[in-house]
T-cell receptor
Framework: EAEVAQSPRYKITEKSQAVAFWCDPISGHATLYWYRQILGQGPELLVQFQDESVVDDSQLPKDRFSAERLKGVDSTLKIQPAELGDSAMYLC??????????????FGPGTRLTVL | QKEVEQNSGPLSVPEGAIASLNCTYS??????FFWYRQYSGKSPELIMF????GDKEDGRFTAQLNKASQYVSLLIRDSQPSDSATYLCAVNNSSSNTGKLIFGQGTTLQVKP
């Protein structure tokens, strides 16, 4: 069964350092999402790509976060510099987008970030 | 008011009982509703989706949707200890038309043997 791949699975870094996360969506899925999930809360959308274009980055802290999906397939999310409050699970999801109102998202295993 | 609200729990039920998980939402234009299961330290796993008012059954799971009351629920029959997890309700954001989902904070379910 096709799955969303993410790496690394765990990342420990010190504040002010740079970190990067990678995601490879399910083959053929045009839409890719990056979420942040703080412990005890639901996932919150950071950025959404349709192919290589950003369609929603309204909740992305653009002073320190950046995301790209250059060839419309895999994607990288970067944080520079990391802050203590960035400690969370970073989730990648993908979907086929046949029709936005009924589209189904499938999640990867996530990257657990700890900022010391 | 939160856009998608769930009782954080924990909801504790004995093995074999029916677990009822509830979710309310504020976006009247929402058309799709999803339930994800999330084990501790793991990522969300899709259980069911529902688009139309009424009930939708899949094995031991039944999703119920009432758009007039802006209410969606998940029933788990014959609950098993392996069902112990956090259940996330997600609702599509109608104003964006991009497939964006808004998640609730999740309800923690504990099934006791």
């Amino acid at each position: 069964e096709a799955e969303v791949a993410q790496s690394p699975r765990y990342k420990i870094t010190e504040k002010s350092q740079a970190v990067a996360f990678w995601c490879d969506p399910i083959s053929g899925h045009a839409t890719l999402y990056w979420y942040r999930q703080i412990l005890g809360q639901g996932p919150e959308l950071l950025v959404q790509f349709q192919d290589e274009s950003v369609v929603d980055d309204s909740q992305l802290p653009k002073d320190r976060f950046s995301a790209e999906r250059l060839k419309g397939v895999d994607s990288t999310l970067k944080i520079q510099p990391a802050e203590l409050g960035d400690s969370a699970m970073y989730l990648c999801a993908s979907s086929l987008i046949v029709q936005p109102s009924t589209d189904t998202q499938y999640f990867g295993p996530g990257t657990r970030l700890t900022v010391l | 008011q939160k856009e998608v609200e769930q009782n954080s729990g924990p909801l504790s039920v004995p093995e074999g009982a029916i677990a009822s998980l509830n979710c309310t939402y504020s976006d009247r234009g929402s058309q799709s509703f999803f339930w994800y299961r999330q084990y501790s330290g793991k990522s969300p796993e899709l259980i069911m989706f529902i688009y139309s008012n009424g009930d939708k059954e899949d094995g031991r799971f039944t999703a119920q949707l009432n758009k007039a009351s802006q209410y969606v629920s998940l029933l788990i029959r014959d609950s098993q200890p392996s069902d112990s997890a956090t259940y996330l309700c997600a609702v599509n954001n109608s104003s964006s038309n991009t497939g964006k989902l808004i998640f609730g904070q999740g309800t923690t379910l504990q099934v006791k043997p």
